[in-house]
């Protein structure tokens, strides 16, 4: 894959660190593993490990599997 012509900014990556956070957050407060989260979802944990430390983004999609399986709405998700 081709590297990105210029980093993101820094708000992005904090955007990106609050929501790897509040993933990881609700999922402890649903009393869920890694494991039960990617298994609700159809992915495989590592999917959930990258999602909450921000490695990569989930897409919209998966956004929606997030939210299903945490039993919040998406918004809950992006806004915190």
């Known amino acids: 894959m081709p590297a990105r012509r210029n980093d993101r900014p ?7 660190t609050a929501l790897g956070h509040r993933i ?8 869920l593993t890694q494991d039960d ?3 609700r ?4 944990r ?3 490990q990258r999602y909450e430390n921000a490695v990569t983004d989930p897409r919209y999609a998966d ?3 997030l939210a299903h399986a945490l039993r919040v709405h998406v ?3 992006l806004n915190g």
């Open 10 to 16: 820094d708000w992005v990556r904090a955007k990106q």
């Open 24 to 31: 990881g957050d609700l999922r402890r407060a649903a009393d």
């Open 37 to 39: 989260l990617a298994d």
């Open 41 to 44: 979802m159809g992915v495989e």
């Open 46 to 48: 590592r999917t959930i």
């Open 63 to 65: 956004l929606l599997l």
């Open 75 to 77: 918004t809950d998700l």
